[in-house]
């Protein structure tokens, strides 16, 4: 899982509450990405952000948010306009022009 | 819809026989990864071939490319108990001014003892 933290494994989160997913780095990597998983499924993209103070939206970024104040930290807030939150959330990290990305060991999220 | 397809969907064998994956995408891209997950964990980079390259290997791990096809495959031979897991492909390719890397649906490999 090279560098990069997630916590909480797991998560339970009652409807209609925000929820945020913390994902850290220490390997002063530039771009962070969020991708979500469901079961069966392969990866898709909700936010990614190449610089700090910047981030653009992905593939589903409808009903999450994010902040990259720090290089080293991209934190993701599901929130209650989500409809359908309960999932696997992997955090990934990139350096510059290199083209692999090394991903956290994920969160899951289920909403009761 | 996802850029990268993979197929089988699932592969069950026996240990120490070889394991054949393979992805197919539609547009160009500039290079193409294979990534490895256990089940629960994150993703692992595997290998990764680029758009100029036919064939490329790493240990038991076989890529090969084929760019007028769309399609890549990954060979794991001598299959082992702990290569146990889902291979997914992911192309890298331009797209709206960023790159990007798309993931396919991924192949549930299942080694048997």
């Known amino acids: 899982d090279g560098g990069i933290t997630q916590s909480p494994k797991y998560l339970f989160r009652k409807e209609g509450q925000n929820v945020t997913l913390s994902c850290e780095q220490n390997?002063?990597?530039?771009?962070m990405y969020w991708y979500r998983q469901d079961p069966g499924q392969g990866l898709r993209l909700i936010y990614y952000s190449q610089i700090v103070n910047d981030f653009q939206k992905g593939d589903i970024a409808e009903g999450y948010s994010v902040s990259r104040e720090k290089k080293e930290s991209f934190p993701l807030t599901v929130t209650s306009a989500q409809k359908n939150p309960t999932a696997f959330y992997l955090c990934a990290s990139r350096q510059g022009n290199a083209d692999t990305q090394y991903f956290g060991p994920g969160t899951r999220l289920t909403v009761l | 819809s996802q850029q990268g397809e993979e197929d089988p969907q699932a592969l069950s064998i026996q240990e120490g026989e070889n394991a054949t994956m393979n992805c197919s995408y539609k547009t160009s891209i500039n290079n193409l990864q294979w990534y490895r997950q256990n089940s629960g964990r994150g993703l692992v980079h595997l290998i990764l071939i680029r758009s100029n390259e036919r064939e490329k290997h790493s240990g038991r791990l076989r890529v090969t490319l084929d760019t007028s096809k769309k399609s890549s495959s990954l060979l794991i031979t001598a299959s082992r108990a702990a290569d146990t897991a889902s291979y997914f492909c992911?192309?890298?390719?331009?797209?709206?001014?960023?790159?990007?890397?798309?993931f396919g649906t991924g192949t549930r490999l299942t080694i048997i003892p």
């Open positions: 992911a192309t890298d390719a331009m797209v709206g001014g960023n790159e990007k890397l798309t």
């Open positions: 390997l002063n990597h530039d771009a």
